[in-house]
């Protein structure tokens, strides 16, 4: 049993109100940590030692900051194995998902924007013969970094990395679902000698915790990922206190397969885009849409495919799919199987719990398809952020499109074709902040990453996220 501390000025420490948090291990449905319930105290604390911190921090040159952070990439590199099994633990996801993707991304958020802040450079504009205006960027000061559960460390780090790398000191909370890797992130901290303050970790609950993050007057921007309608409160209390903001949000994403794609890869791709981290993915595919000459063939070998998937405990090398990460997602992923029989869809796959040897209490869904479901039913409208997809089919671009776009949601989308004009026309016309074409889900860090509509505001990666974690300033000086 682990019994996960705050990170604050340096210290590992306990809430100062001396209450904890139950953590459950969705695999077996046992508690296997103790987190902080930390209230506006420790978020005070956070911030004071933030502040202290931000004179030294800001002012260090670019170079020493970025060797820091460099260090803290090669310890999450030398400690993955550690790292994804509390992963997986915390999660329940594969531990060879964790292993392969989860960690050695976090260590590459790291990298990438230690290197990136060395070529961060300030625009200068000319006026001819009139004056020269130079812009410098600086670091805001506290800033806060508020993470969801379903990728815990690679999304903690995907923010916390640029704001650090920026020369801004920070105060985050992980999801008080997973905790554990940002514990050992801070462990990590700690032995690399990260100066006290610059990175502050308060554990806890969003409503409170978080919420006294949002509405602290000295918090001059927030990061935030998770749901669109905790973005909507969060946008709701900074918004009149003119913080900067970055949200990003749900998706209900479309898979639009037309049938000159390279089928085979997109079989193989359109498993993972439905199935992997247990459907819990900001960018799954869960809508499918299959132009109708093809329907009957895809939807014969996806069956087929997504039922050989193994369900299984995450620590077995076997195992595709894990638990989904607690007792109310699998209750709400279950309801929303039961609103599609309602709405009347029609089960190919899966559509319940599956009880697992070893893992009897765990919290596994069986990879669920549903088909016969209109565009604009619940099911397709709704995230459910599970192992669940729909699929219908379509007899025209036009008719595709209207499809793809019809959700408040706008995150990503994934088109096959080989037909090239087809594959730019489309990606023109989809409302979304992400168009892959014959892929998923590869990413670049330096392209920007976010959404339109309910899906966000703001863009991560890149200049995108060093933007927005420094403030500019023009100075126009008259020749
Ligand atoms: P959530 O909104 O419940 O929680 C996210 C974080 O916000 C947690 O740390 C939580 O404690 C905190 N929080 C909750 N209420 C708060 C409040 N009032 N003030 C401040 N903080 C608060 O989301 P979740 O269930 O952890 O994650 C799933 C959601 O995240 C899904 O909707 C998914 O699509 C979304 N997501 C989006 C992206 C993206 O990049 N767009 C990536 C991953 C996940």
Redesign the pocket.
């Known amino acids: 049993m682990t019994t996960i501390q705050n990170y604050i000025n340096g210290q590992l420490c306990p809430p100062l109100s001396g209450n904890y948090l139950d953590s459950v291990n969705p695999a077996t449905g046992q508690v296997h940590a103790h987190i902080p319930d930390s209230d506006v105290q420790d978020v005070e604390a956070a911030i004071q030692a933030a502040q202290k911190a931000f004179p030294d921090w800001s002012n260090r040159s670019n170079e020493e900051r970025s060797r820091i952070l460099m260090t803290i990439a090669q310890r999450i590199e030398e400690k993955l194995d550690e790292l994804a099994l509390a992963e997986s633990q915390d999660n329940g996801k594969p531990l060879s998902l964790a292993q392969k993707i989860d960690i050695p991304r976090a260590a590459s958020n790291f990298r990438f924007f230690a290197t990136a802040i060395n070529h961060y450079a300030a625009e200068s504009h000319q006026m001819a013969q009139v004056a020269i205006n130079y812009t410098t960027r600086r670091p805001l000061g506290v800033v806060a970094c508020?993470?969801?559960?379903?990728?815990p460390l690679y999304?903690f780090t995907w923010k916390i990395a640029p704001a650090l790398a920026a020369g801004n000191c920070v105060v985050a909370?992980?999801?008080?679902?997973t905790p554990l890797t940002a514990y050992l992130l801070t462990q990590i901290c700690q032995e690399v000698g990260l100066p006290a303050g610059v990175l502050n970790v308060v554990h806890g609950?969003?409503?409170k915790a978080?919420?006294a993050?949002?509405i602290h007057p000295s918090i001059k921007a927030i990061s935030?990922?998770?749901?669109?309608q905790?973005g909507a409160?969060?946008a709701q209390q900074a918004a009149p206190l003119f913080k900067k903001l970055s949200l990003?949000?749900?998706?209900k994403n479309p898979n639009i397969i037309f049938a000159d794609c390279e089928y085979d890869d997109m079989l193989d791709t359109t498993i993972r885009s439905s199935f992997s981290n247990q459907g819990q993915i900001?960018l799954a595919g869960s809508r499918i849409f299959v132009e109708a000459s093809i329907y009957e063939q895809f939807k014969a070998d996806f069956v087929k495919r997504t039922k050989a998937l193994v369900v299984g405990n995450p620590l077995h090398a076997s195992s595709n799919v894990g638990a989904v990460v607690s007792k109310p997602q699998m209750e709400k992923v279950l309801s929303y199987i039961t609103l599609a029989k309602e709405e009347g869809g029609i089960i190919l796959a899966g559509g319940n719990r599956i009880i697992v040897p070893d893992c009897e209490e765990g919290y596994f869904i069986a990879p669920t398809i549903i088909e016969g479901l209109a565009h604009d039913a619940r099911t397709n409208q709704e995230?459910i952020?599970g192992p669940v997809v729909t699929m219908m089919p379509f007899e025209t671009e036009e008719e595709v499109l209207s499809y793809a776009n019809s959700t408040p949601y706008g995150?990503s989308s994934t088109v096959w074709t080989s037909h090239l004009k087809r594959a730019h026309r489309v990606a023109e016309q989809l409302e979304a902040g992400i168009v892959w074409v014959n892929c998923w889900l590869l990413r670049d860090l330096r392209t920007p990453?976010?959404?339109v509509k309910q899906?966000?505001v703001g863009r991560e990666g890149g200049w995108e996220a060093l933007r927005f974690f420094t403030e500019p300033k023009n100075v126009c000086i008259k020749l």
């Open positions: 508020i993470s969801p559960w379903n990728l999304l909370k992980p999801s008080e679902v609950l969003g409503p978080g919420n993050m949002v935030f990922t998770g749901g669109t905790t409160r969060i990003e949000l749900g998706g900001c995230e952020f995150l990453f976010g959404g899906s966000g």
